[in-house]
């Protein structure tokens, strides 16, 4: 078809989430790391605007649209060359190691507009 593979917008939106948290100053990887955090996705969604095509260069803009103690919601918004491909949502829940739900350290609070 020439457009680009639906679930690859789920994996843009996955990239996009990890550089806003180095972005606002926390590094991802080392919050699983170092204190135990997961983000595990409990909901997402994708609306489709506009099909992006092989070889596109797309801007994603992420947001917090809502964050808590236990829950955070991500938005995107994807686009190329100003034209909007696309609109997405993932909503994750706070997990501890055990992959339990747990509180959000107080040292990420401000990160996540707590």
Not at 68 to 90: D, I, P, Q
Request: proline content about 4%.
């Amino acid at each position: 078809m020439g457009v680009v593979y639906y679930a690859n917008y789920l994996v843009w939106m996955e990239v996009a989430r990890v550089e806003y948290c180095k972005a606002v100053g926390f590094n991802y990887k080392e919050m699983e790391m170092e204190d135990g955090i997961f983000l595990a996705v409990a909901e997402s969604q994708c609306r489709h605007i506009s099909p992006a095509r092989f070889d596109d260069e797309i801007t994603i803009a992420t947001t917090i649209a809502e964050a808590g103690n236990r829950l955070v919601t991500f938005e995107y918004e994807m686009s190329c060359s100003g034209r909007k491909v696309a609109k997405g949502k993932t909503r994750h829940i706070f997990l501890n190691r055990d992959l339990r739900p747990v509180r959000l350290p107080p040292k990420y609070c401000t990160l996540f507009g707590v």
